[in-house]
């Protein structure tokens, strides 16, 4: 098959022919349909992320159709469409895991950093932690919804009642969780990089009642979340904040956070980050999906120009989720 791979951290991606994987026991392999992209890629591939496996395929967005599966697989069937997210495994005996927090399993696995991916033709996943896509939604639609989606409902529900809610940075996963809180009847501010007016007409095309730079405070918020991965926007939020509210910290890596004023932090107010998903996060989430409905705004690309859709991630070019589309594949 072909694939991207990555051989070495800071460098780019190779397009190259590799061997069709096989799944195992337990397993599934998934002719893939639509990747998308996410910041989490890019972070392995600019090395902000410790020890990937290497050589490696990134993508944790995958959506695609089942052509194989692995001894003992009951749940899904060769045909059935499916998504597979960044839980790829986790241990399931841990105090994490039995306690319903699989999500901080200790020894859980990744897909696209400790498992290959869907930067390829083909991809080999656990049964066990793959999901039905929901119909009514083109492969390409639905991949954003596997992490931009499921990872930012994560974080979402950790803002509990708040009716002001602050989003820090407005891509992917933003695009997604206001169409959740608009639905809910909440109002969102969406917070941009000064200067960034494109972000801003998008967040405010998609219901948010303010849009504009980080460094300003149009409302007193109940509760924020920070997608960007920059430390600097934790006291920013912070100092927006009422009483009681909540900052939390979405992504799985970020710059230092620099020092703040306890003033800011007191009142109540906390700052919590959000590690990962659970397999009953995805459940619900892509149960909600179709009632809101949901609707991903994406940048299509061939799977051999991933280079440039993180080069684009990176620079900030890109309003809603890239996806990566393998050769041959049209939805």
């Not at 599966?69 to 060769?78: D, I, L, Q, S, Y």
């Not at 989003?167 to 969406?190: D, K, P, T």
Request: with cysteine; net charge negative.
């Amino acid at each position: 098959m072909h694939a991207m791979v990555l051989d070495k951290p800071k460098t780019p991606l190779e397009w190259r022919d590799v061997p069709d994987p096989v799944p195992g026991p337990g397993q599934i392999r998934i002719r893939v349909h639509a990747c998308g992209v996410c910041r989490t890629d890019l972070h392995i591939v600019d090395g902000e992320l410790p020890d990937p496996k290497l050589p490696l395929i990134p993508g944790h967005q995958i959506v695609g159709t089942v052509d194989r599966t692995g001894e003992g697989v009951v749940t899904v069937a060769v045909g059935d469409r499916v998504g597979v997210p960044w839980l790829g495994w986790t241990c399931g005996e841990c105090r994490f895991c039995r306690s319903g927090r699989e999500n901080l399993c200790d020894r859980a696995r990744f897909t696209g950093f400790h498992i290959d991916g869907g930067y390829a033709e083909l991809a080999v996943a656990d049964a066990r932690y793959c999901f039905p896509v929901p119909e009514g939604y083109p492969d390409d639609q639905a991949a954003p919804l596997l992490c931009a989606g499921l990872i930012g409902f994560r974080a979402y529900g950790m803002t509990g009642d708040a009716h002001r809610l602050g989003f820090y940075g407005f891509g992917a996963a933003a695009h997604v969780l206001i169409q959740v809180a608009r639905h809910e009847g909440r109002e969102v501010y969406a917070f941009t990089r000064p200067g960034d007016t494109a972000s801003q007409v998008f967040a405010r095309s998609l219901g948010a009642v303010w849009a504009g730079g980080t460094g300003e405070r149009p409302a007193e918020l109940d509760a924020a979340i920070i997608f960007a991965p920059a430390g600097e926007l934790v006291p920013a939020a912070l100092a927006a904040m009422a009483k009681g509210g909540t900052v939390v910290c979405a992504g799985i890596h970020m710059s230092d956070i620099p020092s703040f004023p306890y003033d800011i932090l007191w009142g109540e107010r906390s700052v919590r980050s959000v590690a990962n998903l659970t397999r009953a996060d995805g459940e619900a989430f892509l149960a909600l999906a179709p009632k809101v409905p949901i609707r991903t705004e994406i940048t299509r690309y061939p799977l051999q120009a991933a280079n440039d859709a993180l080069a684009d991630l990176r620079g900030g070019k890109l309003q809603g989720a890239a996806v990566l589309i393998p050769p041959g594949m049209t939805d």
